[in-house]
């Protein structure tokens, strides 16, 4: 079975500064990866995925995460924050070789201050 | 194309009491699910299904039941209400295709008294 620690309950951050939300996963076999974002009171919503290839992937709103096999870590960055992206965020894993089933982290909530 | 949608949005029950939550896509996805978010322990996973007629358990099931009887539906019935059961639920659903994206509802917050 896997797991996934995220390590940070919640990040207070100011506008316009860098964030970084740490992600660390287990698992005995090769897995896809994946950051959900989920805003105030609605569902979640894939921010951006690492299937296969290059380590670094990105979302259409700036934030990055970079696979690293070797930390078993998929850890989600933006380099400057605007309010609108206060929201609490998932990162999750899916054993490449079985089924379509996700396992979540515990969630990161980001609050960003003006 | 409404996505994924979830009834009702809220809902108060009794201890003991039953109730069917309802999921419906009209992405003509496969795979569905049912997960429940408590704080600080993210989504878990409570049923899932790879197909009409088709249902299996997933990390927490007790409790639970569910019925695909139609490809764009899925329901999570409780029989017997417990306050542990309190919780916000999240329908998802997924095309058949590997690492594809799961798509959610907007969640059924549920209190159990």
């Known amino acids: 079975a896997q797991s996934v620690t995220q390590l940070d309950s919640q990040v207070p951050v100011f506008e316009e500064a860098p964030v970084e939300l740490r992600c660390n996963y287990s698992s005995s076999v090769s897995v896809y990866l994946f950051w959900y974002v989920q805003y105030p009171n609605q569902g979640l919503q894939l921010l951006l995925k690492?299937?296969?290839?290059?380590?670094l992937v990105e979302s259409i709103n700036g934030f990055e995460a970079e696979f690293n096999k070797s930390q078993t870590s998929f850890h989600l960055r933006k380099p400057s924050v605007h309010i609108s992206d206060t929201a609490e965020y998932f990162c999750?894993?899916?054993?490449?070789?079985?089924?379509?089933?996700?396992?979540f982290g515990g969630g990161t909530r980001v609050l960003v201050k003006p | 194309n409404a996505g994924v949608t979830q009834t009702p949005k809220f809902r108060v029950l009794k201890t003991g009491q039953s109730m069917t939550l309802l999921c419906a896509q009209d992405m003509n996805h496969e795979y569905m699910y049912w997960y429940r978010q408590d704080p600080g322990m993210g989504l878990r996973l409570i049923h899932y299904?790879?197909?009409?007629?088709?249902?299996a358990k997933g990390e927490v099931p007790d409790g639970y039941n569910v019925s695909r009887l139609k490809k764009q539906n899925f329901l999570l019935g409780l029989e017997s209400a417990a306050p542990s059961q309190t919780s916000v639920y999240f329908c998802a659903s997924s095309a058949l295709v590997l690492g594809e994206t799961q798509y959610f509802g907007p969640g059924t917050r549920l209190l159990v008294l």
């Open positions: 999750a894993v899916r054993r490449k070789a079985a089924g379509n089933k996700l396992t």
């Open positions: 299904s790879v197909g009409e007629g088709t249902t």
């Open positions: 690492y299937l296969s290839g290059s380590t």
